[in-house]
């Protein structure tokens, strides 16, 4: 059997303490180390059997690892990232990929400098749901697609976000709508509002190109139900998922019946021609995490590449430029 690799996170907030649970519990994997400067993190290292640093330079140097999850604020992914790839490590980074364009291209050219694999914490790209739709789609299910639209919406966050709706929410579906649709994202429009955060934009609504395809983008932390669906619409179907069920419901297009009464109408429409796609759900954080430990032993390639990663920050920062235009 193959050594386990040997994996460390930096980084054991909100979201880094469930890469260290994912890898602690990872089969072919040891998780030696976490490093967070925050004191509370040191309990979270011991509960899990890794070692604990304040400091991740010190961590680095002292641990020899193959493979490091970084999950800190966004200001320093670049700093990290970089140090971790002059350690020989494999590195993933959580989502967005940097602060700015320049800093994922600097990030991007150095791992591939140093034959490193860089993974991007993309999570929805790991979502069953998506993975459905590209299928369905690609098999012809709704033929050509005209639109998708993304709903990531509600709840104000219990820790005040420190960014805003765009970069921590629609980034997700900038990147999905490429993805399933196969074509780049084009700005058309962007607009946005705050309702309860005191500085961030925390209502956005966004309209893309896809080709011949648009996309309607609509992230927020107001509405107050959490919603987190996406639908396609296309020349011979529709497509409904949630991602957070994993379900995807597939309708067959509809054509008028001719000459029919009311009730016809109302049987015809009110209950079109469904097919429910439903997998046991898996959780997207470990099939990513399975992917970056696979892509570090050579194995398979990842569901982002560093540099679509890029494009989707490209779009969200131009959006948040509109959308700050608006604010003065
Ligand atoms: N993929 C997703 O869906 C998703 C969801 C949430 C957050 N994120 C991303 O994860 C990253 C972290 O977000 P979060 O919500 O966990 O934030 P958080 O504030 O809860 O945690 C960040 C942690 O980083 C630590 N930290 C700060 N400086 C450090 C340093 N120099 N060395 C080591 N640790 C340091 C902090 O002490 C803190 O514990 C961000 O990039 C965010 O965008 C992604």
């Known amino acids: 059997m193959a050594e386990p690799i040997r994996v460390a996170v930096i980084g054991g907030g909100n979201m880094g303490r469930h890469h260290v649970r994912i890898y602690a519990e990872m089969f072919g994997v040891e998780l030696v180390a976490l490093a967070d400067p925050r004191p509370a993190a040191a309990a979270l290292a011991e509960e899990r059997g890794a070692r604990y640093y304040p400091d991740y330079l010190a961590m680095l140097a002292a641990e020899n690892v193959d493979a490091v999850s970084i999950v800190v604020p966004t200001a320093l992914h670049l700093e990290i990232a970089e140090a971790a790839i002059a350690a020989d490590a494999h590195v993933l980074v959580e989502k967005p990929i940097a602060a ?23 999570i929805e790209r790991y979502n069953p749901v998506v993975r459905q739709l590209k299928r369905l789609i690609s098999e012809g299910a709704v033929g050509t697609v005209s639109s998708v639209t993304c709903k990531r919406l509600g709840g104000f966050p219990l820790v005040q976000p420190p960014t805003n709706v765009i970069i921590d929410l629609a980034i997700h579906d ?15 429009g962007a607009h946005g509002s705050r309702t309860f955060h005191p500085e961030q934009i925390d209502s956005a609504e966004l309209l893309l190109r896809y080709g011949t395809a648009s996309g309607l983008v609509q992230s927020n932390w107001v509405t107050p139900v959490k919603i987190r669906s996406i639908s396609v619409t296309g020349s011979r179907g ?15 297009a509809s054509v008028n019946p001719e000459d029919g009464a009311w009730s016809d109408f109302v049987s015809h429409f009110g209950n079109p021609r469904q097919v429910v796609h439903a997998e046991t759900p898996r959780e997207p954080l470990v099939l990513e995490l399975e992917a970056f430990v696979s892509a570090c032993r050579g194995r398979s390639g990842l569901a982002i590449e560093p540099a679509e990663a890029t494009a989707a920050l490209a779009t969200a920062l131009k959006a948040m430029q509109i959308i700050g235009a608006q604010h003065g």
Do not use: C, R
């Open 100 to 122: 700015t364009v320049a800093e994922a291209e600097q990030m991007t050219a150095s791992a591939a400098a140093a034959g490193k694999v860089l993974a991007v914490g993309h």
């Open 174 to 188: 900038i990147d999905v709508i490429s993805y399933v649709t196969g074509q780049p994202a084009e700005l058309l």
């Open 238 to 252: 529709y497509l409904e998922g949630n991602y957070v069920s994993q379900e995807v419901v597939q309708y067959e």
